[in-house]
């Protein structure tokens, strides 16, 4: 059963349960036959992030994707500790984008529920966690490695290197539209806005585009986006970057472009979602859309560097359970398992620091878009970063295309310095916050 809710006028549809789901689970089961397991068992695994509230769109999907991630590899026998195989099951805690939240989630899942890890968002709901994390040694990961430091012992970023990879879109557009030489951005005044707000101004410098404000930041609080697209356009750019705006805000923001009339370039960190985008405005005005997230049908995710285990597959199943809900977290907690997985069974045990040690050991990783290292000493503080190849993605005929692999360490390694003096600017770097 399905049901249709509205937010600062986006429509999602939100999965209830259904006899479906029971089908699907029995469909992957016939797909991986079980090897009979003791029903003791099991390691439990924390998912503490927005399930409700602004911010779900990067929690709930996330949760959806693990939940089918754990059905595959139970279905095929499990994780193997100490020659015994157990079960994967995910215990989840909304903690509603609100740091207090958060501590409460972090220690319940730690101390009544048994978790051997716990997976995270991050961002403002960090802060509230880590005190957590020094206490009891428990590994997290989190999406945002900007929540990184020398004093983040024992949290990860496995997945996400955000908001470094968003590099990669505009490096894409000035190689492949080199006469857009103006840009202008907004960003919500936060956690994740800012550090974006910090890369795209070094990647436009990097790239030779002119900036021709200064960023935008809005209240997160914001509900009407026509002043702030009305002051973007005032400056007649040819690009308008969306910085790592939520998609509460890329919807409006990219709906009052269209009604104010706007004909150039868009690039944002996402676009999820983006049929709807597309309903709401034109398949003309969507056309060229950069963003960095793929759908997991396209066929560049069939290449052989990639690790994500049947991306077209888990597409395929995802948007079966979950119609219209596939977004840029759908794929990125159960691709942080295959790491965890992999790791416990290297370390063949399930404990934290065990799994830390494996996972890390040699500086390298099989991230999900290609072998990765363990990076960001410069920028974090700490190699606890998994960092590589990002994609960059352009909507062309309605759909999201995957134009090609960039790489994160080689635009670094000709631009840290300018990264770095922007992240200064805005007290994002580890020894400012």
Partial sequence: MFANFTRNG?????????????AGAGALSSAFPRVPLAADKVVKIGFLAPLTGPVAAWGKPGLDGCRIWAEWVNAAGGISIGGEAHMVEF???????????????ATKLIREDGVKFIMMLGGDTWPGVQPVADNTGMLFSTLLPSDLSPDTKTLIAPCEVHPVYNVTGVEWLAQNKPDLKTAVMCAQDDALGLPSVATYLAAFEAAGIE???EPLLFDPATTDFAPVVTRLLSKNPQIVCLDTCYSDYVHPIAEQLFQQGYKGQIISCTADFYDQMIAKTSKEFMEGFIFQFPDFDDPALNADFINFKDANKFYQVYNERHPGEWGAVSWEYASIMDLWKAAAESADSAEPDAVLTAMTAGGKGKHAFGDADWWGSDLFGIDHALVGNWPVVVIENGKATIKGFKSIPEWYAKHGELLKKHMTAYNQMWNQR
């Fill in 91 to 105: 215990v989840a805690y909304d903690n509603e984008y609100d740091p207090a939240k958060a501590r409460t989630g």
């Fill in 211 to 213: 900036m021709l404000d």
């Fill in 10 to 22: 986006v429509t999602r549809r939100k999965f209830l349960g259904s006899a479906a789901t029971l």
